[in-house]
């Protein structure tokens, strides 16, 4: 698809790989929605890229459509959605203090699986009602999984589950919305610099850095957004999720 001009809703956008992706859009001439639960991060990044943001808590039905509703109302219905609002929770299923509490569980299901298929389903029905473009393509999704969807490490359980069902979900949908011409792809990155990972000290990031084959160091944030872009304007990729990870396997731990 071509970027220019095109409405973009970019879903945790504010922030790390996210806010990257939103940037390189509205370089690209996309008209850019921020949607984040931070929104003063998201006001921020808008300012600077001249786009335009809207709180949502993606784990909400009426948050997301009032959301969706605003970006539509100021540039239009998107033809573009990055899913890429996320948390990291941690945890044993069954730990020092016994076993994972449910909710604990949960509430990564909820942000990141729930969230994108929320905004996903939102969304799509949007697309489905514009005119096509070249090649009969009505609008394209790019969610954002994660390597530990593949190989979840110890303590990953909800992380790695709900991350498992991004990737389940690609295929599906892209079949589903085949013959409206959206399509649906994945990135599954390995291990990003990023606010996420910020928060772990310093010699655990360069220790991690070490693990991967190569380039030997953590993926830049405007390294996914520029493959979240070759996936907007490669129509011929779909139904597909692409590891972004420098050929990074974890560890059990
Ligand atoms: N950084 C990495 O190494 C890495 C690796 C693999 C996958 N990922 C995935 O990439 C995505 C982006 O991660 P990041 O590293 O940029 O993290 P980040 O913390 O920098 O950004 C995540 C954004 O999501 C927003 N968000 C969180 N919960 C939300 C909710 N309920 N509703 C709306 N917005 C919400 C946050 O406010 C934040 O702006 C996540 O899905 C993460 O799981 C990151």
């Given at each position: 698809m071509q970027i220019q001009n095109v409405p973009a809703l970019v879903v945790g956008g504010a922030s790390g790989l996210g806010a990257a992706t939103a940037r390189r859009l509205a370089a690209a001439g996309a008209k850019?929605?921020?949607?984040?639960?931070?929104?003063?991060?998201?006001?921020?990044?808008?300012?600077?890229?001249?786009?335009?943001?809207?709180?949502?808590?993606?784990?909400?039905?009426?948050?997301?459509?009032?959301?969706?509703?605003?970006?539509?109302?100021?540039?239009g219905a998107a033809r573009i959605l990055i899913n890429t609002a996320g948390i990291a929770p941690a945890g044993k299923i069954v730990g020092r203090n016994g076993p994972l509490p449910l909710d604990d569980f949960r509430k990564g299901i909820e942000v990141?699986?729930?969230?994108?298929?929320?905004?996903?389903?939102?969304?799509?029905?949007?697309?489905?009602?514009?005119?096509?473009?070249?090649?009969?393509?009505?609008?394209?999704?790019?969610?954002?999984?994660?390597?530990?969807?593949?190989?979840?490490?110890?303590?990953?359980?909800?992380?790695?589950?709900?991350?498992?069902?991004?990737?389940?979900?690609?295929?599906?949908?892209?079949?589903?919305?085949?013959?409206?011409?959206?399509?649906?792809?994945?990135?599954?990155?390995?291990?990003f610099e990023t606010p996420m990972m910020e928060g772990l000290p310093e010699n655990v990031r360069a220790s991690l850095a070490t693990t991967v084959p190569f380039p030997r160091r953590l993926g830049r944030a405007d390294e996914f957004a520029k493959q979240a872009l070759n996936i907007v304007e490669s129509v011929y990729l779909n139904g597909e999720t692409i590891r972004l990870d420098a050929a990074l396997r974890m560890a059990a731990k």
């Amino acid at each position: 698809m071509q970027i220019q001009n095109v409405p973009a809703l970019v879903v945790g956008g504010a922030s790390g790989l996210g806010a990257a992706t939103a940037r390189r859009l509205a370089a690209a001439g996309a008209k850019v929605s921020v949607l984040d639960f931070n929104i003063e991060a998201a006001q921020a990044l808008a300012h600077e890229i001249g786009g335009f943001a809207v709180r949502c808590n993606v784990t909400s039905a009426e948050s997301a459509e009032d959301a969706i509703r605003a970006a539509r109302d100021r540039h239009g219905a998107a033809r573009i959605l990055i899913n890429t609002a996320g948390i990291a929770p941690a945890g044993k299923i069954v730990g020092r203090n016994g076993p994972l509490p449910l909710d604990d569980f949960r509430k990564g299901i909820e942000v990141n699986l729930i969230g994108s298929f929320n905004t996903l389903r939102l969304a799509a029905a949007d697309m489905m009602a514009l005119e096509p473009l070249a090649d009969g393509e009505r609008g394209v999704v790019v969610n954002t999984a994660s390597i530990a969807g593949y190989e979840g490490q110890i303590g990953q359980a909800s992380y790695a589950a709900s991350k498992g069902g991004v990737i389940a979900l690609t295929i599906q949908a892209a079949r589903e919305f085949a013959s409206v011409g959206i399509r649906v792809c994945t990135i599954a990155p390995g291990l990003f610099e990023t606010p996420m990972m910020e928060g772990l000290p310093e010699n655990v990031r360069a220790s991690l850095a070490t693990t991967v084959p190569f380039p030997r160091r953590l993926g830049r944030a405007d390294e996914f957004a520029k493959q979240a872009l070759n996936i907007v304007e490669s129509v011929y990729l779909n139904g597909e999720t692409i590891r972004l990870d420098a050929a990074l396997r974890m560890a059990a731990k």
